[in-house]
């Protein structure tokens, strides 16, 4: 893990700063990608990616604080569902704000940073050997055919003609 990213156990404002920083370099390169790729208004995306890293931040939080032995990514979506769940005062706002973030910039930049991330540490990538690549590839596609089996059967079930 970089040294940027405190990854210690420990909620520290050392580590919370260094959250926050990582997010706002995130949320400002993924909203010139919005603006640039799809043509989303600044200000909206801009909005958008600071209610995701809220979410993301107090989910980070959660994880570290709380006792029990819960992933953040679970604390993450589960306040992203229930923020945006209909009835919520809430969803008519994440709803609107979110909805200008497009997934594609998202993932270009978490990707960007991944690579940076495995560029410091390519000699225990190395290590791993080909069989550590074969298993990743795999993975990969089993988890986007799985997904898109899944958006398919909801999509049928729901009534949306299958293309």
């Known amino acids: 893990m970089p040294d940027f990213i405190d990854g210690s156990e420990n909620v520290s404002v050392h580590g919370i700063f260094n959250w926050i920083l990582l997010l706002l370099i995130f949320s400002i390169i993924t909203v010139i990608g919005n ?4 043509k989303h208004p600044i200000g909206d995306s801009f909005i958008g990616m ?14 570290r604080e709380l006792p029990f ?8 979506s589960v306040m992203g569902i229930i923020l ?18 497009e997934l594609l910039s998202i ?13 410091k540490s390519w000699d225990e ?4 050997g080909w069989r550590a690549i074969v298993i ?15 958006a398919h059967i909801v999509l049928v079930a729901t009534g949306v003609p299958a293309v």
Do not use: D, R
Request: neutral net charge.
């Open 136 to 150: 990743t590839i795999l993975v990969i596609a089993a988890t986007y055919y799985g997904a898109a089996i899944v």
């Open 69 to 76: 032995n819960i992933s953040s990514i679970l604390y993450i």
């Open 125 to 128: 990538f190395k290590a791993l």
């Open 107 to 119: 993932v270009t930049v978490f990707l960007a940073y991944v690579g940076i991330g495995m560029g």
């Open 50 to 63: 600071c209610i995701l890293s809220l979410i993301t931040l107090v989910g980070v939080w959660l994880e």
């Open 84 to 101: 945006a769940f209909p009835g919520m005062p809430t969803s008519q706002t994440v709803l609107y704000y979110v909805s200008h973030v």
């Open 35 to 38: 603006y640039l790729g799809y």
